[in-house]
């Protein structure tokens, strides 16, 4: 008897099982799935129900690609959109009325393809979860999982069977008594007052300048070392920073002013506004009071840029791609919206690496410094990630990517041109000048017959100390 055609063969299974083993998500948004994986019979054991949400929503959709037909895989794809939309954390009406709408349409298909026995109860209450969403709000207010881990921990609690509920009693005042004397308790680490494993934090009310109260916390040991880049570092912080877009104005009105055409405005802008800058504040400086965040932004940055892997950024961490190779979450993926040919386009990348740029310090020993993400962005082309090149951004100093291999550069075309005709010379005058060349030739080797000629031994020496030595017309 044939299998259905929503079965997988053994090799599928194990292609499958291992897009599952190398998936990696961010820290803290999922457990790790690969301890649930079982080699000998090629099962996934153990899962919890988190873990069966985003098996669901975001692994089956991705990894089910190219090994189901079309069409079974397009329905299992819109069911695990479905419940990807009704468990985010915003929901909006028109979105939950058109999920109503299309929820039997999705349940239809599932009835073309799966047995009867497949469907239950459960699956006929997904059509009803979109008019509760409308009823209810968020789903994160409706369903059962606090309950259900509020009754473990309960459950844990019981020491006497005979008695389940005294137990249960007893525990619970104790736990609400030591819970209200470690509100009192301020030297003591508790939950009420431990810090959370991504720390961070935010200074905007301690500078005035906007780019030294980012709040990055760094994690790790830093490398230094003297970048190329420092200059385009620089402008592109400058070019971030709300306090001297004026000057950036008065710059650019200066230039105007000169004669400089439109098109070579922003590259004059972007190689010259730091010393404009610097000077212009330090001849502020001497005549009147400048805000010191300021001066010292215009100042510029240390000469030594210093290098972390590892930061947090509002309690989020990001890693770089170096990293992220051996941990078993990944951190090192960035997105952002820019402008791209005059409209505002997403852009997803990679960490690659994460500066520090130190600028002068506060009287009281405050650093003042600017966190920078150096990154390999790719550009989102009809909703695909386009991996042929990293898209470089005008304004921001991202890595040139990847070096292109052989068969990317060249065509798969003849080597010849088939779009025009080439030049048109007579056979006689081909015979006549191979005639010429031949009888000239000759000549030549008859002239230098008793001179040795070295230059196939020198280039085709491997000795290190014989020097290669190119004449100039091969130059």
């Not at 196939?456 to 000795?463: A, T, V």
């Given at each position: 008897?044939?299998?259905?055609?929503?079965?997988?063969?053994?090799?599928?299974?194990?292609?499958?099982?291992?897009?599952?083993?190398?998936?990696?998500?961010?820290?803290?948004?999922?457990?790790?799935?690969?301890?649930?994986?079982?080699?000998?019979?090629?099962?996934?054991?153990?899962?919890?129900?988190?873990?069966?949400?985003?098996?669901?929503?975001?692994?089956?959709?991705?990894?089910?690609?190219?090994?189901?037909?079309?069409?079974?895989?397009?329905?299992?794809?819109?069911?695990?959109?479905?419940?990807?939309?009704?468990?985010?954390?915003?929901?909006?009406?028109?979105?939950?009325?058109?999920?109503?709408?299309?929820?039997?349409?999705?349940?239809?298909?599932?009835?073309?393809?799966?047995?009867?026995?497949?469907?239950?109860?459960?699956?006929?209450?997904?059509?009803?979860?979109?008019?509760?969403?409308?009823?209810?709000?968020?789903?994160?207010?409706?369903?059962?999982?606090?309950?259900?881990?509020?009754?473990?921990?309960?459950?844990?609690?019981?020491?006497?069977?005979?008695?389940?509920?005294?137990?249960?009693?007893?525990?619970?005042?104790?736990?609400?008594?030591?819970?209200?004397?470690?509100?009192?308790?301020?030297?003591?680490?508790?939950?009420?007052?431990?810090?959370?494993?991504?720390?961070?934090?935010?200074?905007?009310?301690?500078?005035?300048?906007?780019?030294?109260?980012?709040?990055?916390?760094?994690?790790?040991?830093?490398?230094?070392?003297?970048?190329?880049?420092?200059?385009?570092?620089?402008?592109?912080?400058?070019?971030?920073?709300?306090?001297?877009?004026?000057?950036?104005?008065?710059?650019?009105?200066?230039?105007?002013?000169?004669?400089?055409?439109?098109?070579?405005?922003?590259?004059?802008?972007?190689?010259?506004?730091?010393?404009?800058?610097?000077?212009?504040?330090?001849?502020?400086?001497?005549?009147?009071?400048?805000?010191?965040?300021?001066?010292?932004?215009?100042?510029?940055?240390?000469?030594?840029?210093?290098?972390?892997?590892?930061?947090?950024?509002?309690?989020?961490?990001?890693?770089?791609?170096?990293?992220?190779?051996?941990?078993?979450?990944?951190?090192?993926?960035?997105?952002?919206?820019?402008?791209?040919?005059?409209?505002?386009?997403?852009?997803?990348?990679t960490l690659k690496e994460i500066i520090e740029l130190q600028y002068n310090a506060k009287n009281d020993g405050t650093k003042r410094y600017v966190v920078v993400?150096?990154?390999?962005?790719?550009?989102?082309?009809?909703?695909?990630?386009?991996?042929?090149?990293?898209?470089?951004?005008?304004?921001?100093?991202?890595?040139?990517?990847?070096?292109?291999?052989?068969?990317?550069?060249?065509?798969?075309?003849?080597?010849?041109?088939?779009?025009?005709?080439?030049?048109?010379?007579?056979v006689a005058e081909v015979a006549r000048l191979t005639k010429e060349n031949q009888s000239k030739t000759i000549t030549e080797d008859e002239e230098n017959d008793?001179?040795?000629?070295?230059?196939?031994?020198?280039?085709?020496?491997?000795?290190?100390?014989?020097?290669?030595?190119?004449?100039?017309?091969?130059?």
């Open positions: 008897m044939p299998k259905a055609r929503y079965t997988l063969s053994k090799s599928k299974k194990i292609e499958f099982c291992n897009f599952l083993k190398e998936a990696k998500f961010p820290d803290g948004y999922a457990s790790n799935i690969q301890r649930c994986f079982n080699a000998d019979s090629i099962k996934w054991q153990g899962l919890k129900t988190h873990d069966c949400h985003i098996l669901l929503q975001r692994i089956i959709p991705a990894g089910l690609r190219g090994l189901l037909d079309d069409d079974i895989y397009q329905t299992i794809a819109e069911f695990g959109k479905f419940f990807k939309e009704l468990c985010s954390q915003k929901l909006n009406k028109d979105v939950l009325a058109r999920m109503k709408t299309e929820i039997p349409i999705i349940l239809c298909k599932l009835e073309k393809i799966f047995p009867p026995a497949f469907f239950d109860v459960m699956v006929h209450l997904a059509v009803h979860l979109p008019d509760a969403a409308i009823l209810r709000g968020p789903v994160q207010f409706g369903w059962m999982y606090p309950v259900e881990r509020r009754l473990y921990t309960l459950k844990r609690s019981v020491r006497n069977k005979a008695r389940p509920e005294g137990s249960i009693a007893e525990a619970y005042v104790a736990d609400e008594a030591l819970t209200f004397c470690s509100r009192y308790m301020d030297d003591v680490e508790t939950r009420f007052n431990r810090l959370p494993r991504n720390v961070g934090f935010s200074d905007e009310s301690a500078y005035t300048v906007g780019v030294f109260g980012h709040g990055v916390n760094l994690i790790g040991a830093c490398d230094l070392s003297y970048s190329e880049e420092l200059d385009k570092l620089a402008w592109y912080v400058l070019h971030n920073c709300d306090q001297a877009q004026k000057y950036i104005k008065m710059f650019e009105d200066e230039l105007t002013a000169t004669g400089v055409a439109g098109a070579y405005l922003d590259r004059r802008t972007e190689h010259g506004f730091g010393s404009w800058f610097r000077n212009y504040m330090w001849k502020l400086n001497a005549s009147e009071e400048v805000d010191d965040d300021l001066f010292a932004l215009a100042c510029g940055p240390d000469l030594r840029v210093r290098s972390y892997s590892t930061c947090v950024v509002n309690g989020v961490q990001y890693c770089t791609v170096e990293r992220d190779k051996n941990k078993k979450t990944q951190n090192s993926g960035v997105a952002c919206a820019g402008a791209y040919r005059s409209e505002i386009i997403d852009f997803y990348g993400f150096i990154c390999d962005w790719y550009k989102l082309d009809d909703g695909v990630i386009s991996t042929a090149a990293p898209y470089q951004e005008h304004s921001c100093f991202v890595d040139t990517g990847r070096r292109p291999e052989v068969f990317e550069i060249l065509p798969d075309m003849p080597l010849n041109r088939v779009d025009e005709d080439g030049l048109l010379v007579d008793e001179v040795d000629d070295d230059t196939l031994m020198e280039y085709c020496s491997e000795e290190e100390d014989v020097p290669v030595e190119v004449d100039s017309d091969d130059e």
